[in-house]
């Protein structure tokens, strides 16, 4: 139990054992029975019975009087609790919007990041297929200059010129392993590009996602700080309108809204002060 919750507890027991006053109709009555009683004592002469009477009826008004005050202090902190209930329960209210919100801002993007992943993962894998793909196409695409050295080694040799032939297929070879590794480090060089940029455009990505993250938290946070202040104005309201209305000028009741206003961990408003 929350100290708020304590302090309604707290002040509905101490209302329930305050001390009973006879009621005022009985008061009314018991007063009538006293003046007859009075009356009849002076016609006898009995003045000390008399005297005694006017001071049991002082006594009752008395009693009256602090009865009535009590009630007064009672109806009082009644509907100060009631409007701290109140407005404590719409402060709760608007506290699990807040935290409502901003759990479904996080899983929301959550949900954005994790198809963002799942598409960057799709997009390197298609990558890596497409630079595969390549480098095999350039592994067989011919090589011009390799097939006419090659060529030209074939007639070397059928006509019986064997070194020449041999010269020729290693100038081919030499040619055919240069230009594979032009094509072959070409390739790599665009695959490593797209892979750049890919992981590039991913991290941009995640940074405006986690800046969209904080934005809309921020937007929800704000948006519930301008629900409570406009919440703690009204509860303010509210009790320096029952103040003035019930005890305005009494230092009891000024103290009274003080103590009350600390037990529920409330700022004493400033209305309250002379």
């Known amino acids: 139990?929350?100290?708020?919750?304590?302090?309604?507890?707290?002040?509905?027991?101490?209302?329930?054992?305050?001390?009973?006053?006879?009621?005022?109709?009985?008061?009314?009555?018991?007063?009538?029975?006293?003046?007859?009683?009075?009356?009849i004592a002076i016609q006898n002469l009995?003045?000390?019975t008399a005297r005694n009477i006017d001071q049991e009826i002082e006594r009752i008004n008395e009693e009256e009087s602090i009865q009535a005050h009590q009630l007064k202090i009672d109806e009082y902190k009644d509907s100060l609790i009631q409007i701290f209930a109140m407005y404590n329960e719409r402060q709760n209210e608007l506290n699990?919007?807040?935290?409502?919100?901003?759990?479904?801002?996080?899983?929301?993007?959550?949900?954005?990041?994790?198809e963002l992943r799942k598409q960057q993962t799709q997009d390197l894998v298609e990558?890596?297929?497409?630079?595969?793909s390549h480098r095999l196409h350039e592994l067989y695409r011919p090589v011009p200059d390799y097939e006419t050295l090659i060529s030209q080694s074939r007639k070397a040799a059928s006509l019986g010129n064997y070194d020449n032939a041999e010269t020729l297929q290693q100038e081919a070879y030499a040619i055919q392993e240069r230009d594979m590794k032009i094509r072959m480090q070409r390739v790599d060089d665009r695959f490593?590009?797209?892979?750049?940029?890919?992981?590039?455009?991913?991290?941009?990505?995640?940074?405006?996602?986690?800046q969209k993250l904080q934005n809309d938290i921020k937007t929800a946070q704000d948006t519930s700080d301008t629900s409570l202040k406009s919440l703690f104005e009204k509860r303010d309201a509210a009790i320096v309108g029952l103040y003035n209305t019930k005890g305005k000028g009494s230092v009891e009741f000024q103290r009274l809204t003080m103590d009350l206003c600390n037990a529920y961990s409330i700022p004493v408003p400033s209305g309250i002060f002379p």
């Open 127 to 132: 990558l890596e297929k497409q630079h595969a």
């Open 192 to 210: 490593h590009m797209k892979s750049q940029t890919a992981m590039k455009d991913y991290r941009t990505s995640i940074i405006n996602l986690v």
């Open 96 to 114: 699990n919007e807040r935290e409502d919100n901003i759990k479904k801002i996080r899983i929301r993007v959550n949900d954005i990041f994790t």
């Open 46 to 48: 009995d003045y000390q």
């Open 1 to 39: 139990m929350d100290k708020s919750n304590q302090s309604i507890s707290s002040t509905r027991s101490k209302r329930e054992t305050k001390k009973e006053f006879p009621a005022p109709s009985q008061n009314h009555q018991t007063k009538l029975d006293l003046r007859k009683k009075k009356k």
